[in-house]
């Protein structure tokens, strides 16, 4: 019979990997207070040990039986899972797993026992496989990774503070001439002695008197030390990395704010110029939409521009007949342009050279001074293809009412386009023929 | 009657938030004090309670009729707003209003009556609503972001150490067996151990002694630590932020630096390319101008170029009954150029492309071995425009006086401008035509 | 006789080093243990310091001896040696060598041989010279620069504190009056002490005094503090070293996130993109391979694009033929592109203008409906080839099976490099004209 | 009589400004150490107090007549000078430079005298002129910045811990009930308090026990741990400002290695290129020339470039002749370009475009299997010129020997070029002409 690779990110999969991970965690809080409390040898402690020994057992035949991941592709292939898991985890699987309790009560004397008993302390090796784990789970991505960053890091401190506690309270004599202190007590005092020193606050009421707990102490200042300056370069390149975007971001708004004063521009056009920028951060943390869609492969560009702009274009009356293709083309190739409340887009008589998709916002068609407004065009309409077509001056003049994203394409880029479609540059060019005809009549009439 | 949306901005509103503010932090520095102190529940302290459910009470009316931002666009919407209110701020309001004195009094017992009262800690909660608060006046952006961030950093720190401070005298038992502290000085003992403990200095003083302080000191250095590591890494963010313009200059001028020193640059040439960097970082902060106006959308663009340069280009007689367009094409394509003292702008007899306006600083006319000066052209004056219209030798050497920030235009983008008015083209030829025939007169005469 | 220079990189060179390394470790622990603690001044001590002169003395004539480098370059010139040498490390050495005993005990007197004895703490100056031998070690490159700077801070902590503790042994009076403290726990406390004030911990159950203890502690805290802000900075620094890379992706990537949000793209495709920067980043940090080898200059890129495409190229039939200096500038004109897994590469119909080469990963030549796989192509393979030569329709429609790295060779590149080859031109064009025959015919017949 | 505005770089000026500065530091000392102590107000003190107050009034005299910079430009005229003054320095120095003494000493009553005296405190205002001292001294620029930094914030802490000492000195009631101390006793122990609690290690043995104390500790904490984060952040902004250019250079060069691995580039090929990128910043901190010289404005960059490349240029045959303004676009248009050992520049029988000048290094000419070496060319020299006259086949294959720096300049440059100089132009191509008919009698002879 074979049984086939276990894939690594199915359910029940994680579910062990949970289980152990909960398990290794458990046995690491366990084992140093068993030690260090010395509890008796008894059955409960001996059956203890060897469930855990089985589980971890199961946990290297499941894991010498899952299916990993290198480069993005799964592996599959027995053999190379085997070697894999064999050079990577299987040593510190083993460790942690093996029976040496089982083995040395083979030869059943006390010294033998309490070294079965001591080399509990080897399973903690299954701390180091917990990485892989959180890694796994981190990889389905929902969670934030400055918060799963923070969260080991505490988690680790924590371990590490409880291990310290407990090898504290197996060296620390006489903790306590005038009031004995109880169990519980003990190892309470022992974690406040520990936290105490690791966020170097050191009250300095629990402090060493004999050359064995000097040097410990020695040893676990040097570490906390390191350690509270690993907490803190970690807090500090977190809290930079948050910021990160908007810094830059303030920082280019300080140098335009620089530029703008120095060169005395009046009041009242600094402020727009600071709302746009504003405006700009607000809705989209000042990217920059040409410059993402560069990034991209150019499927993936055509997938994101073809849903953002299809159902515009297809509206327009001069594109009507452009075979799929075409309008692929055009939509490549139009390019985002942001209008702040105000600004002229177009201006009456003026020679125009582009025309304009509204994304977003909306523009106002006004009368030459401005005074009234003959309509208002919202999102997904669009103005100015006549210049695609001929360099007629503009017929109206084009006011953004609020900001406005919208998409403009330009004569030189459309006519680049027609070249790889001569049938449909025929067409086109038609149509400018009837429309300059008509144009020219119009004017001879309005003589 | 319909009331309509409160705006947010008002004054009146501002002013309402401010005092919510202010009662807020008030009532988080009483509250605890309050019972800690185990302060009998008379009449007054009823009074205090009741007074602060009613303007929270009134607070939530408020707020539930305000209208709020969206992507910066006022939503004023009665339902939008409703239903805003009550998915976001409405619990913690609620929390924070909720009268449990007069509820639970209705069944009066002492135990009630206590209940009652303790219930009071729930208030704070209105302390989460601060946040909202602060963002709307900063919202105003009179203020310097990173003096908001130390001084909410300091806000919350203390907030923090007082809070901790009531728990503190809660638990602590026996504060000093000898000789017995009166209200004040335990509060103050107590508010000293919490900075003493947050700040990691920990003198021992005072330390825990009971199972429940040790608890409660653990959890309080490993908050502090969190806490100090945090302050210390929002420290050290400002810090780099402050820095982040001027210490990315100072790379590029190492750069520089290190480039100059491996070319064995004479030291004189050295030294002026060193000042020149001085000089763009003192006035400008190292911008550079194309790239900054590059970045604004046209019309902002097009405002600003005009903004700095109109008056000079109308005063240039070649563009004499240009129209209004061609003028604003000419100054959006000015490219500016900067001249440090000494400077040759323009030799004499060397074939000119370019034309140059000055902004600021001023040029000598000077004769070709640049012992006679002839005349100082000062900011608002240009020079070379010929060479716009024909590619005749420059007639005279310039020489920078000072560092000048000019603009240049130079024959390419010149012509190409022209391409799109031909009738203005047809003029500018004719002149050309004029000044080349001029020029071989002249030259024939020298002959 | 004439001794050529050593080399400084030569096994037995770098041995020497190290052991005078060592030696100077060893001495900076020693000597001041041996002066704190008094011991007389017996033979052995004497042979022990004459024994170091010699090899202090011996290390000066080798490294005077020894050639160095300079921007790269192997001085080998002896006199340059010699001068660069008694400019640079000579004092220092000459300071660590110098037998002050020897010097000394010509006059013999308690006194004198004192003297000479405090002289000693002279040869610690040889910890200077620690920072050229790691240096030289360093060079080698095998190490990460982040661990080797943590291991030197390390390094200089562990010997300041060692420095310290024995400066504050010779001042500390009465360490003790209850129980005398024996020879090695007075150097423990001491060190216990100084670790436990350079981590900033202070317990305080070792403090001072006297008015010399006190200023001593004043001094030591000061250098503490400012030696942990410099761990702590040094540990920042390096945490976001080990980030930046990855921080710059994950900044780029929420951008990216923040515009698919804002312009509500279907939820799909902001997978299909996300997977898309995901890959990049496993696969190769998400680097660009066009900026990578813009970098490089032309030789070395060449060198690189030749390596990786050669192979491919000399199987394309239409370049049969073509002469090395042709494939070589068809290679560095190839473009990268990345195609996602579904994404079309060609469809059957559209005009192509593109030849692609697969470098890793696979696609599917499909029919129109995408039902039928007709072929499948791995790396190594290529296709589109025709549109170099004519611009006709796509005869297939292929589309990616997994992510792949292609190369795309467009028709306007291929047909400026053909302007440099006369010849290959017009075998090509003959092919062309073929081809084109060749289709006319086949769509007759279809006809 | 008009005195004229003194020059604030003159040699005297700077003199009075660091003798202003260092009394300045001296009464910082001096004045809370005569307050604390409380010394009797004899003549000596009265004496001194004037002498101060004199020195001070003669500082504003100076002062108000001292030019100052605005933008780079001094400002001379006086009014100006005035009204500066008046604006910004007057008041801090009219405090410090008060002679309150004289003023109530008119008055003399013990209260009058004890009020003058303590007004001495306002003195210390003074201190905040310090950082126009330093600002104008270090506008010298021969200091490195970041130690500049550092050590004002050394100084500015052990001034802060003075006058905190000094203060605690003040309210430090029974500093030691058992063992009494002397006055300089109590000032060490009172700097060992503030230091220890600056630095957070808080050792416990001095610690606050009035309300007053305690209160006064409170905020010396908050201060300290502040104060300790600005350190350790401006340590961390130090470190990371040193690093910043090598740390974005490891960046590329990981990001390269990435890519090599990625790509299964050959070892010796890795190896070929990692060597250079370690050249590139041993040489030049890996800065790339052109863009340097890009940020120049023109006249710069052309002395730059002038200075680099005239000499080499003008040894040219075939721009023998040719006129300055030619030589000086030439020379603004050349390539750097960068050679690794083995590399070959030009292969025999390859058709060239380009020709080459050597700045820095040497090259072989080699035979075509690469066997004999021809000749070397050094620093200096140039080859592969007739390339600019016509597109002939490389006559010889030349190969990099080590690292060189070189300059290239293409054929269509030079043609463009050529354009603008047409009397040149016809000089070059009879010059072209010559060439190719001398080449094809070679070849012919050849036959």
């Known amino acids: 019979m074979k049984i086939p690779a276990i894939h690594p990110d199915t359910h029940q999969k994680i579910s062990w990997d949970i289980f152990i991970l909960i398990l290794t965690i458990a046995i690491t809080i366990i084992i140093p ?226 530029f703008l004063r120095y060169k005395n521009i009046p009041h009242d056009l600094k402020n727009k110029i600071g709302d746009y920028y504003d405006y700009l951060w607000d809705s989209r943390r000042g990217y920059d939409e040409s410059s993402i869609l560069q990034d991209l492969p150019k499927p993936l560009k055509t997938s994101v521009s073809l849903f953002l702009n299809r159902g515009i274009i297809q509206k327009v009356p001069i594109f009507q007949g452009a075979n799929e293709e075409f309008i692929k083309e055009i939509i490549l190739n139009l390019q985002p342009v942001i209008f702040t409340p105000g600004d002229s887009v177009v201006i009456k008589g003026e020679i125009g050279y582009e025309m304009y998709f509204i994304s977003r916002g909306s523009v106002d068609v006004v009368s030459e001074d401005e005074s009234v407004v003959y309509a208002t065009l919202g999102s997904g309409s669009f103005f100015g293809e006549i210049a695609l077509l001929l360099s007629a001056p503009r017929n109206a003049t084009i006011k953004a009412k609020d900001y406005c994203d919208c998409y403009s394409l330009d004569k030189d880029t459309f006519d680049q386009i027609l070249v790889r479609f001569p049938e449909f540059a025929v067409k086109i060019r038609e149509m400018a023929e009837k429309r300059r005809a008509e144009t020219e009549e119009k004017q001879k009439k309005n003589k």
């Open 33 to 258: 207070l068993i030690m260090v409390y010395q509890l008796p040898l008894n059955g409960l402690l001996l059956i203890f040990d060897f469930c855990i020994s089985m589980i971890f057992i199961a946990d290297i035949l499941i894991e010498s039986h899952t299916a990993y991941f290198e480069q993005r592709e799964l592996i599959r292939h027995k053999e190379s899972i085997f070697k894999n898991y064999l050079k990577k985890a299987f040593p510190i699987d083993l460790l942690a797993a093996f029976p040496f309790f089982m083995i040395l009560s083979l030869f059943p004397s006390p010294l033998m026992l309490q070294i079965a008993f001591l080399s509990n302390i080897l399973r903690l090796a299954k701390l180091l496989r917990i990485g892989r784990t959180i890694g796994r789970i981190r990889n389905s991505k929902r969670l934030n990774p400055s918060f799963i960053r923070m969260s080991l890091l505490i988690f680790w401190i924590l371990i590490a503070a409880h291990l310290i506690s407990c090898a504290w309270m197996s060296i620390w004599e006489n903790p306590g001439a005038l009031n004995p202190l109880n169990a519980e007590s003990m190892y309470l005092r022992s974690f406040y002695w520990t936290v105490t020193t690791l966020t170097t606050i050191g009250y300095g009421d629990i402090s060493p008197s004999t050359n064995l707990e000097t040097i410990f102490v020695i040893i676990i200042e040097l570490i906390g030390a390191g350690m509270y300056g690993f907490i803190i370069g970690n807090i500090a390149n977190i809290i930079a990395n948050i910021d990160i975007a908007k810094s830059q971001y303030q920082e280019k708004m300080e140098k335009v704010t620089t």
